[in-house]
């Protein structure tokens, strides 16, 4: 089992930036993010697999965030640059046991309980 929690969420101004952090009980090779704005499903943002199978990104973020994973392997960031206003949203790590990730939740085993940020105009 693997606990995972999220940090960094926050108020910042459209055009600013973000660094989330996830801190895992153990060690991560397939992290993804998601994010759930009020009123709507919880969708895809990014994820990467350091098991070879590299990054994959939802094209409202690509260009805008990075995923990336401390030296112990046990802390993933998600970089948020260039915010707009519809980011605003809860923001949710994932981690998968086999390492693989995909764009869909039922990839991943375990979850975090989620950080909010909030992008004002």
């Known amino acids: 089992q693997v606990q995972l929690v999220e940090s960094g969420g926050g108020l910042v101004q459209a055009g600013g930036s973000l660094s989330l952090s996830c801190a895992a009980s153990g060690r991560v090779d397939g992290v993804g993010w998601f994010r759930q704005a009020p009123g709507k499903e919880r969708e895809f943002v990014a994820a990467?697999?350091?098991?070879?199978?590299?990054?994959i990104s939802a094209n409202s973020v690509k260009g805008r965030f990075t995923i990336s994973r401390d030296t112990a392997e046990k802390t993933v960031f998600l970089q948020l640059n260039t915010l707009r206003p519809e980011d605003t949203a809860i923001y949710y790590c994932?981690?998968?046991?086999?390492?693989?990730?995909?764009?869909?939740?039922?990839?991943?085993?375990?979850w975090g309980q989620g950080t909010q940020v909030t992008v004002s105009t």
């Open positions: 994932a981690a998968t046991r086999s390492g693989r990730v995909g764009p869909s939740r039922e990839f991943y085993d375990y």
């Open positions: 990467r697999s350091w098991l070879g199978s590299g990054t």
